[in-house]
């Protein structure tokens, strides 16, 4: 909770409010007399549009207009509300702008509203400033030995790529020192490809949507001879989850 200094000359909204492990607050109520309501239904209309205008502006929550329940003259139960700052201040901004009263409340609920911006927006002490310029410091080093890692993984097959950043199947095959049928076949073994059979009756080893999504493989259409079929290819991150599954299997 930010503390705000008390005025020299106390306003009676001052001496009606509360604090406790939550905050401050103000209690509806209290706030109906002060603000020269004699009814509690008319009161209560303006506490409505409040949280109206409240819920227009996307800052309405039912922590701000805590609903209470106490005991009125004589003992029978009766509705009150729990207002922070903020729904004390729209309250005041909703009542009737012929009241005099009302008008005090707008004036100082205005007032604290911008008292609690500015204390939340002092500055930093040269402490506070070294703490966050170390941490700035701290994620850049973080980041730049991630990427240091990164470095060898990214660059490792760079004999291999193409100009679209890709490896096909025969560059793979020789990274791995076999051929383009044994690897795509040992590929749908291990669940990575699909055998597609097109609808002139050929069949193609392709990738499988689950590993293309995962950022392993690409299928390109392509055309040679007039025909049109699709190829395969492997990113750098999927040329090392395969090599890596490759070698485990030796």
């Given at each position: 909770m930010i503390d705000i200094p008390a005025r020299a000359s106390a306003s009676p909204f001052d001496a009606l409010r509360h604090e406790d492990q939550n905050g401050e607050y103000w209690t509806a109520r209290e706030l109906q007399v002060v603000m020269g309501y004699e009814k509690w239904e008319h009161f209560q209309d303006v506490i409505e549009r409040a949280i109206r205008s409240a819920e227009n502006t996307g800052t309405y929550s039912e922590q701000p207009f805590s609903r209470i329940r106490e005991k009125g003259t004589g003992g029978a139960p009766r509705i009150d509300y729990r207002l922070s700052r903020h729904a004390a201040y729209l309250v005041a901004m909703n009542g009737h702008p012929n009241k005099s009263q009302v008008a005090a409340a707008q004036a100082y609920f205005t007032v604290r509203t911008r008292e609690a911006e500015v204390a939340m927006a002092k500055p930093m002490s040269e402490l506070e400033m070294a703490r966050k310029y170390v941490a700035v410091l701290e994620r850049e080093a973080a980041l730049s030995k991630e990427l240091e890692v990164?470095?060898?993984?990214?660059?490792?097959?760079?004999?291999?790529?193409?100009?679209?950043?890709?490896?096909?199947?025969?560059?793979?095959?020789?990274?791995?020192?076999?051929?383009?049928?044994?690897?795509?076949?040992?590929?749908?073994?291990?669940?990575?490809?699909?055998?597609?059979?097109?609808?002139?009756?050929?069949?193609?080893?392709?990738?499988?949507?689950?590993?293309?999504?995962?950022?392993?493989?690409?299928?390109?259409?392509?055309?040679?001879?007039?025909?049109?079929?699709?190829?395969?290819?492997?990113?750098?991150?999927?040329?090392?989850?395969?090599?890596?599954?490759w070698w485990r299997k030796q």
């Open positions: 990164a470095k060898p993984k990214a660059t490792k097959w760079e004999a291999y790529i193409n100009s679209d950043g890709l490896i096909g199947m025969r560059e793979l095959a020789d990274i791995l020192k076999t051929n383009v049928v044994t690897l795509t076949s040992w590929l749908v073994e291990v669940n990575l490809f699909r055998r597609s059979i097109s609808r002139h009756g050929g069949a193609r080893n392709l990738p499988r949507a689950t590993t293309q999504n995962a950022g392993y493989f690409e299928t390109k259409t392509e055309t040679a001879n007039g025909a049109v079929f699709p190829v395969a290819y492997a990113t750098p991150r999927g040329v090392d989850v395969v090599v890596d599954l």
